[in-house]
């Protein structure tokens, strides 16, 4: 069984702080990382990817990615309210394009 | 918007019944695939189309059947709806000309089953 693990949550930042997102996945094989954002009553909306190790940046979001101790990060600098949403991390199994989601962590970045 | 399109929006049904829902693909996309999202759970993989041919099932019953059509658009069939079956139900469409498959979604439908 691939396994995809967030914490729950709520994580709870001040505006303007950084936020910092984790995700651990169990299949040695995969080769690329999604981060969605979902919000309340919406579907997931794709914002970033990732296939290589090291930083990927993308305007206020960086992903991190590190295959060696199967964890991937998502940051978000400069949090704002707007921010607030829960974020999926889906990991395809190595050999398959069809993702595992983890169950998402809720940020909720106040004012 | 990622043009992912779901039909209908909301929709309640009664246990036993049947139900269809429908996505219409991403233009370009020729592989489409099915999630049910229960309240404060990451989207469960139902099955995947590629080119009208089911190509990846996730841990559902048989009760749960799709189709994909020569346009690339899908359905998702259910049958004997149980009250587990509320959710919402994500279409996702994605191209094998995308580096890393990814995926886009659409507004989903919410199944409320009484």
């Known amino acids: 069984q691939k396994e995809v693990e967030q914490n729950s949550g709520p994580l709870s930042v001040p505006e303007g702080a950084i936020a910092s997102l984790n995700c651990t996945y169990s299949?040695?094989?995969?080769?690329?990382f999604f981060w969605y954002r979902q919000y309340s009553g919406k579907s997931p909306e794709l914002i970033m990817f990732i296939y290589s190790n090291g930083d990927k940046e993308d305007g206020r979001f960086t992903a991190q990615l590190n295959k060696a101790s199967q964890y991937v990060s998502l940051l978000i600098r400069d949090s704002q309210p707007s921010d607030s949403a829960t974020y999926l991390c889906?990991?395809?199994?190595?050999?398959?394009?069809?993702?595992?989601f983890g169950r998402g962590t809720s940020l909720i970045v106040h004012p | 918007e990622t043009g992912v399109t779901q039909s209908p929006t909301h929709l309640i049904k009664t246990r036993g019944q049947q139900v269809t829902l429908r996505c219409s693909s991403q233009s370009g996309h020729n592989t489409v695939s099915w999630y049910q999202q229960a309240l404060g759970q990451g989207p469960q993989f139902i099955f995947q189309?590629?080119?009208?041919?089911?190509?990846g099932r996730g841990n559902f019953p048989p009760r749960f059947s799709g189709l994909q059509f020569p346009n690339y658009s899908s359905e998702l069939n259910v049958n004997a709806l149980e009250l587990d079956d509320s959710a919402l139900y994500l279409c996702?469409?994605?191209?094998?000309?995308?580096?890393?498959?990814?995926?886009?979604f659409g507004p989903g439908t919410r199944l409320t089953v009484t």
């Open positions: 299949d040695r094989g995969s080769q690329s």
């Open positions: 889906a990991v395809p199994s190595g050999g398959s394009y069809i993702p595992t």
């Open positions: 996702a469409s994605s191209s094998p000309r995308d580096a890393g498959y990814e995926q886009y």
């Open positions: 189309y590629y080119r009208e041919e089911e190509n």
